[in-house]
C-alpha cells in the first residue's frame, strides 16, 4: 500500500471514528486544514506518478517547435467527412454491384445439368482426411494463413469456398449447378479486394441453400458435429430477397368468428407479423359493423414493423374480442384510403 493510499484510509478512518465520537471532541479548524492540504499534496503526487503527465509534458515540449495551431473551419470539416464517407459508400456499392452483375451473368447462361458431377471446397471438409492420408470427398488441400485484416484468423484470399448446412443434402443437383454457377464470383471477391483493401468479408447466398464465403476459411461445426447456420434464415438475407412492404391487416372481430376461428386468425396474424422486417410498414384494423385500429395511436398510418412494434401488435391482438356484425366495406375503404395517401 502506498503512502497516498495511506493517507486517503487514515483520514476516512478518523472521520468515522470523529463521527462517532463528534459529541466527545471537537477538532480545530486549523487542524482540520492541515489534513486538508497534506490530502491535496498526497492526491497530486498519485495522480501524477500514474497518469503519466510529466511524461506528456517532455513530449509536448520535445515537438513544441513543429507544432503548430491552425483554425479550422467546422462546415468545412463536416463536408469532408461526407465526402469521405460518400467515397467510401461508392466504392463497396460498386464492388457489390459487380458481384450482382457477375452472378446475373452466370444464371442467365447456364444450363441446369441434372446429373452434373462438380467438386467443390466445402468449408467443414476441407483439410481433413483419412489416416492413410486421402482427403475427405469435397475436401482438399486448401491452404490457409493467418492474416492480420482478417483479425490473424486462418484464410485463403485466393480462393472462396462453400458452407452447406448439415439439413442440406452438399450432392443436390440444385445446389451442385448453383455452385457451379457461383464459381465466377470467385475472381470477382479477389478482384474487390484488390481495388479496395479496406474490404472485409464478402459472400453470395444461395436460394438452395449454400453459402460462398470470401477470404475461404475452414467452418467449424457445432459440439455435435452439426453446421445448423442457413444463410437463408439469416436477415441480411431476408431483406435482399424480399422488397419492403406497406401491409394494412384487416381481421374480422364480429361473432361468426367465435371459438377456434378466431384461435386461427390471430395465430395467423402473429406469423404475417413474424415474416417482416424493419424495411417494412404495418397496421392492424378490427372490424365488425364498425371500423377500429388495434393501436388508436397509428390511426390512419403505418408504422415501421420493428421488433418492438411487432410484438406491440401481437400483444394487441391477443387481447381482441368477437361481438357484433361483420361490414368488411368499411374496412376495405379504410385500408386503400390509408395506403392511397402514403403513395402520395
Given at each position: 500500500?502506498?503512502?497516498?493510499?495511506?493517507?486517503?484510509?487514515?483520514?476516512?478512518?478518523?472521520?468515522?471514528?470523529?463521527?462517532?465520537?463528534?459529541?466527545?471532541?471537537?477538532?480545530?479548524?486549523?487542524?482540520?486544514?492541515?489534513?486538508?492540504?497534506?490530502?491535496?499534496?498526497?492526491?497530486?503526487?498519485?495522480?501524477?506518478?500514474?497518469?503519466?503527465?510529466?511524461?506528456?509534458?517532455?513530449?509536448?515540449?520535445?515537438?513544441?517547435?513543429?507544432?503548430?495551431?491552425?483554425?479550422?473551419?467546422?462546415?468545412?470539416?463536416?463536408?469532408?467527412?461526407?465526402?469521405?464517407?460518400?467515397?467510401?459508400?461508392?466504392?463497396?456499392?460498386?464492388?457489390?454491384?459487380?458481384?450482382?452483375?457477375?452472378?446475373?451473368?452466370?444464371?442467365?447462361?447456364?444450363?441446369?445439368?441434372?446429373?452434373?458431377?462438380?467438386?467443390?471446397?466445402?468449408?467443414?471438409?476441407?483439410?481433413?482426411?483419412?489416416?492413410?492420408?486421402?482427403?475427405?470427398?469435397?475436401?482438399?488441400?486448401?491452404?490457409?494463413?493467418?492474416?492480420?485484416?482478417?483479425?490473424?484468423?486462418?484464410?485463403?484470399?485466393?480462393?472462396?469456398?462453400?458452407?452447406?448446412?448439415?439439413?442440406?443434402?452438399?450432392?443436390?443437383?440444385?445446389?451442385?449447378?448453383?455452385?457451379?454457377?457461383?464459381?465466377?464470383?470467385?475472381?470477382?471477391?479477389?478482384?474487390?479486394?484488390?481495388?479496395?483493401?479496406?474490404?472485409?468479408?464478402?459472400?453470395?447466398?444461395?436460394?438452395?441453400?449454400?453459402?460462398?464465403?470470401?477470404?475461404?476459411?475452414?467452418?467449424t461445426p457445432d459440439a455435435n458435429g452439426?453446421?445448423?447456420?442457413?444463410?437463408?434464415?439469416?436477415?441480411?438475407?431476408?431483406?435482399?430477397?424480399?422488397?419492403?412492404?406497406?401491409?394494412?391487416?384487416?381481421?374480422?372481430?364480429?361473432?361468426?368468428?367465435?371459438?377456434?376461428?378466431?384461435?386461427?386468425?390471430?395465430?395467423?396474424?402473429?406469423?404475417?407479423?413474424?415474416?417482416?422486417?424493419?424495411?417494412?410498414?404495418?397496421?392492424?384494423?378490427?372490424?365488425?359493423?364498425?371500423?377500429r385500429y388495434v393501436e388508436p395511436c397509428?390511426?390512419?398510418?403505418?408504422?415501421?414493423?420493428?421488433?418492438d412494434n411487432r410484438e406491440h401488435f401481437?400483444?394487441?391482438?391477443?387481447?381482441?374480442?368477437?361481438?357484433?356484425?361483420?361490414?368488411?366495406?368499411?374496412?376495405?375503404?379504410?385500408?386503400?384510403?390509408?395506403?392511397?395517401?402514403?403513395?402520395?
Amino acid at each position: 500500500m502506498d503512502t497516498g493510499t495511506r493517507v486517503i484510509l487514515l483520514l476516512v478512518g478518523f472521520c468515522s471514528l470523529w463521527d462517532s465520537g463528534q459529541a466527545q471532541m471537537k477538532i480545530p479548524p486549523e487542524t482540520v486544514q492541515q489534513w486538508a492540504s497534506v490530502l491535496s499534496v498526497q492526491l497530486r503526487d498519485i495522480t501524477t506518478k500514474y497518469s503519466g503527465s510529466l511524461l506528456l509534458q517532455k513530449k509536448l515540449k520535445d515537438v513544441e517547435p513543429i507544432v503548430k495551431i491552425v483554425e479550422l473551419d467546422g462546415m468545412d470539416l463536416v463536408k469532408d467527412f461526407s465526402e469521405d464517407i460518400e467515397r467510401m459508400l461508392g466504392s463497396k456499392m460498386k464492388s457489390v454491384k459487380r458481384l450482382a452483375e457477375s452472378a446475373e451473368d452466370a444464371d442467365l447462361y447456364h444450363d441446369f445439368n441434372a446429373t452434373m458431377q462438380f467438386d467443390y471446397y466445402n468449408s467443414m471438409l476441407i483439410n481433413s482426411g483419412d489416416e492413410d492420408g486421402n482427403f475427405a470427398p469435397l475436401g482438399g488441400e486448401f491452404p490457409l494463413e493467418e492474416n492480420e485484416h482478417f483479425n490473424q484468423l486462418l484464410v485463403n484470399v485466393q480462393q472462396s469456398d462453400i458452407q452447406v448446412p448439415t439439413n442440406v443434402y452438399n450432392r443436390d443437383p440444385n445446389i451442385l449447378n448453383a455452385i457451379y454457377n457461383s464459381e465466377s464470383l470467385n475472381d470477382v471477391f479477389i478482384n474487390n479486394f484488390q481495388k479496395d483493401p479496406t474490404l472485409t468479408w464478402q459472400y453470395f447466398g444461395s436460394s438452395t441453400g449454400f453459402f460462398r464465403i470470401y477470404p475461404g476459411i475452414k467452418w467449424t461445426p457445432d459440439a455435435n458435429g452439426v453446421a445448423a447456420y442457413d444463410c437463408r434464415n439469416r436477415n441480411w438475407y431476408i431483406q435482399a430477397a424480399t422488397s419492403p412492404k406497406d401491409i394494412i391487416i384487416m381481421v374480422d372481430i364480429s361473432g361468426s368468428m367465435k371459438g377456434l376461428k378466431m384461435t386461427i386468425a390471430k395465430h395467423t396474424i402473429n406469423t404475417i407479423l413474424d415474416t417482416l422486417g424493419e424495411n417494412d410498414f404495418v397496421n392492424i384494423i378490427a372490424y365488425t359493423d364498425y371500423v377500429r385500429y388495434v393501436e388508436p395511436c397509428f390511426r390512419g398510418t403505418l408504422v415501421q414493423a420493428d421488433l418492438d412494434n411487432r410484438e406491440h401488435f401481437k400483444t394487441l391482438v391477443d387481447g381482441l374480442h368477437v361481438k357484433g356484425e361483420a361490414k368488411i366495406n368499411k374496412a376495405m375503404k379504410e385500408a386503400f384510403k390509408v395506403l392511397n395517401l402514403l403513395r402520395r
